[in-house]
């Protein structure tokens, strides 16, 4: 579910952007001032912010650009009754990716957010690779789920979490205290001995019933994610 943030202090555009925006199947969080968007947008996770500019608090501009310094990537688009090309500019100075002249006609407004969406998303899950591959295992990190070959591997989500730390550092030494830190993330001085725990589990299921193990212990030093028969 793709969750927009609307700060919008006219409450009649409010409820309509709402209503419209849930209608087309987006969920909805209102702010009637700036510091209510912020305070907003620093407790909830949001794929898109449409702001109005003059807002009581805090203006549009201003809080653009409090939310550009938390986050670069989400796109945000600026509503604004003036229209004149000053705001226009200053909007985008502030980090805004669009802006629109009120009233608006939702369908526009709705074509808008999809190439916002489009344009930021493949971005935002960002250049990282869907697929992590080694010998013939198989990490599909979308899905979560893990391949020996064409057999499926069901692990619980540490052992997930701690299969995809050492596949995407294979052929190096990981000690405890990285893996602890990393994949845990947690410092542990002693009692480091959970991780062998979950190194077996997971061997257990990656390596014991197949010919090519790929996790091996060095002893002393940690582990180390490699191929060998
Ligand atoms: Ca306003």
Redesign the pocket.
Known sequence: MIRILVV???QRVAELLQRGLEETGYQVSLAYDGQMGLRLFRSGEYQLVIS?I??PKMDGFELCKEIRQINTKIPILMLT?LGTTDDKLEGFDAGADDYMVKPFDFRELDARIRVLLKRRNPEATDNKPKELTYADLKIDLFRKSVYRGEQEIHLSPKEYNLLVYMAENPERVLSRMEIADKVWNTHFDTGTNFIDVYINYLRKKIDKNFPVKLIHTKPGMGFIFKIEG
């Open positions: 919008e202090d006219e109005d003059i807002l009754a």
